[in-house]
C-alpha cells in the first residue's frame, strides 16, 4: 500500500500571519508599559458621589445623593499579549504593529471585603503614525460591568527621581452653569456624618491625592515610569488622540460616566541596604453627571509588586 500524501505548505507563497513576540523581547516591545506586567497588591481609597432615589438599603433615600467614601484593598493583574497586533494602514500608512497587556482589576471594601469594584481591559503601546501625523502613544481599554466601556489614551515618560503627585479636586462642578453648589451638594464632603472608614485621613476628601503623598513620605524612589491617560482631547496635541466613553441608556439616564483622567507611577524604591522593590500608585478621576452636576469620582491606591 501506497504510504498517504502529505500536503506541504507553498513555499513559493507570502504566509499572511505575524510572529509572536520571544519573552526575552518582550520588554523592548511594550516599552514604558513593560513595568507593568505581573500582579500588584495593596490598599487606597474611594471617593464617589451617588444618586439616592432608592429607600432599599444600602440606599438612604429619597434623597438627590448621598457621599460614599471607601477604604479598598486591591488586586491587579497584568500578562503580556504575547504577540504582536497587527493594525492595517492605508493611503499613505503603512500597517502598524500594536503590543500590549491584558489586565484584571479587582477592588473590595477594607472593612467588609465587599467587592467593589472589576475591570477587564488593555493597556496597548501604538507606535508613531503619519496617518493620523502623531507621535507614539499608549492607550488603556476598559469594560465596567455597570455597562460602561472606556477608551483612554495618552503618553508616558521616565524620570530618574519620584513622581510629581498634584492636588485633585472632589468639588463638584456645574453643568450647565448656575447652580448653587456652595450649599448642600459640598456639605456631605465638608462635614461627612458618617464615620471616615479606617485610614481615611479628613484631609483625603478635599485632596485624594495626599493618601499617595502619605504613603510614600520617607521611601527613596530612585526612578519612576508615568503613564498618563486621559479619554478626552488633549489641550495640547491632535484633536484625532480624543478616546471617549460608552453607557448603556441607564446609565446615560441616571449617572452617566462622560470622562476619564488616570495617572499611573510606576516607582522603583531604594531601601537602607540597597536592595529595591517596585511599586505602583496611581490616581483616577471619572467624571459621573447627574443632577446636571458634574461630580468627581476619584480613586487611588499604592500597590506592590509581587
Given at each position: 500500500?501506497?504510504a498517504?500524501?502529505?500536503?506541504?505548505?507553498?513555499?513559493?507563497?507570502?504566509?499572511?500571519?505575524?510572529?509572536?513576540?520571544?519573552?526575552a523581547?518582550?520588554?523592548?516591545?511594550?516599552?514604558?508599559l513593560?513595568?507593568l506586567?505581573g500582579?500588584?497588591?495593596?490598599?487606597?481609597?474611594?471617593?464617589?458621589?451617588l444618586?439616592?432615589?432608592?429607600?432599599?438599603?444600602?440606599?438612604?433615600?429619597?434623597?438627590?445623593?448621598?457621599?460614599?467614601?471607601s477604604?479598598?484593598?486591591?488586586?491587579?493583574?497584568?500578562?503580556?499579549?504575547?504577540?504582536?497586533?497587527p493594525?492595517?494602514?492605508?493611503t499613505?500608512?503603512?500597517?502598524?504593529?500594536i503590543?500590549?497587556?491584558?489586565?484584571?482589576?479587582?477592588?473590595?471594601?477594607?472593612?467588609?471585603?465587599?467587592?467593589?469594584?472589576?475591570?477587564?481591559g488593555?493597556?496597548?503601546?501604538?507606535?508613531?503614525?503619519?496617518?493620523?501625523?502623531?507621535?507614539p502613544?499608549?492607550?488603556?481599554?476598559?469594560?465596567?460591568?455597570h455597562?460602561?466601556?472606556?477608551?483612554?489614551i495618552?503618553?508616558?515618560?521616565?524620570?530618574?527621581?519620584?513622581?510629581?503627585?498634584?492636588?485633585?479636586?472632589?468639588?463638584?462642578?456645574?453643568?450647565?452653569?448656575?447652580?448653587?453648589?456652595?450649599?448642600?451638594?459640598?456639605?456631605?464632603?465638608?462635614?461627612?456624618?458618617?464615620?471616615?472608614?479606617?485610614?481615611?485621613?479628613?484631609g483625603?476628601?478635599?485632596?485624594?491625592?495626599?493618601?499617595?503623598?502619605?504613603?510614600?513620605?520617607?521611601?527613596?524612589?530612585?526612578?519612576?515610569?508615568?503613564?498618563?491617560?486621559?479619554t478626552r482631547?488633549?489641550?495640547?496635541?491632535?484633536?484625532?488622540?480624543?478616546?471617549g466613553?460608552?453607557?448603556?441608556?441607564f446609565?446615560?439616564?441616571?449617572?452617566?460616566?462622560?470622562s476619564m483622567?488616570?495617572?499611573?507611577?510606576?516607582?522603583t524604591?531604594?531601601?537602607?541596604?540597597?536592595?529595591?522593590?517596585v511599586?505602583?500608585?496611581?490616581?483616577?478621576?471619572?467624571?459621573?453627571?447627574?443632577?446636571?452636576?458634574?461630580?468627581?469620582?476619584i480613586?487611588?491606591?499604592?500597590l506592590?509588586?509581587?
Open positions: 500500500m501506497a498517504p500524501v502529505v500536503p506541504q505548505p507553498d513555499t513559493t507563497q507570502p504566509v499572511n500571519t505575524r510572529p509572536g513576540i520571544p519573552l523581547e518582550l520588554p523592548d516591545a511594550l516599552g514604558l513593560s513595568g506586567a500582579s500588584w497588591i495593596g490598599t487606597g481609597f474611594n471617593l464617589v458621589s444618586p439616592d432615589f432608592d429607600s432599599r438599603p444600602p440606599s438612604t433615600g429619597p434623597a438627590p445623593f448621598r457621599v460614599l467614601l477604604s479598598t484593598v486591591e488586586i491587579l493583574e497584568f500578562t503580556p499579549i504575547g504577540g504582536k497586533v493594525n492595517r494602514g492605508s499613505n500608512q503603512d500597517d502598524i504593529d503590543v500590549g497587556l491584558r489586565y484584571l482589576q479587582r477592588v473590595a471594601d477594607r472593612v467588609t471585603n465587599q467587592a467593589l469594584h472589576i475591570e477587564p488593555f493597556w496597548l503601546s501604538v507606535p508613531a503614525t503619519t496617518v493620523p501625523s502623531d507621535g502613544t499608549i492607550v488603556r481599554q476598559a469594560s465596567i460591568p455597562g460602561t466601556s472606556v477608551l483612554a495618552g503618553q508616558g515618560f521616565e524620570i530618574p527621581s519620584g513622581p510629581r503627585i498634584d492636588p485633585v479636586s472632589s468639588t463638584p462642578l456645574s453643568n450647565p452653569p448656575g447652580q448653587d453648589l456652595s450649599g448642600k451638594y459640598l456639605e456631605p464632603l465638608t462635614h461627612p456624618t458618617l464615620p471616615l472608614p479606617p485610614g481615611f485621613d479628613p483625603y476628601i478635599a485632596n485624594m491625592n495626599q493618601a499617595l503623598l502619605d504613603a510614600i513620605a520617607g521611601q527613596t524612589i530612585v526612578d519612576t515610569v508615568v503613564l498618563i491617560i486621559s482631547a488633549p489641550a495640547q496635541g491632535p484633536a484625532a488622540r480624543a478616546g466613553t460608552l453607557n448603556i441608556p446609565d446615560i439616564s441616571n449617572a452617566n460616566a462622560t483622567d488616570a495617572i499611573f507611577w510606576i516607582e524604591v531604594r531601601q537602607a541596604d540597597g536592595s529595591t522593590f511599586q505602583l500608585q496611581y490616581t483616577q478621576t471619572v467624571i459621573l453627571n447627574f443632577l446636571g452636576i458634574d461630580w468627581p469620582h480613586s487611588v491606591a499604592t506592590v509588586k509581587q
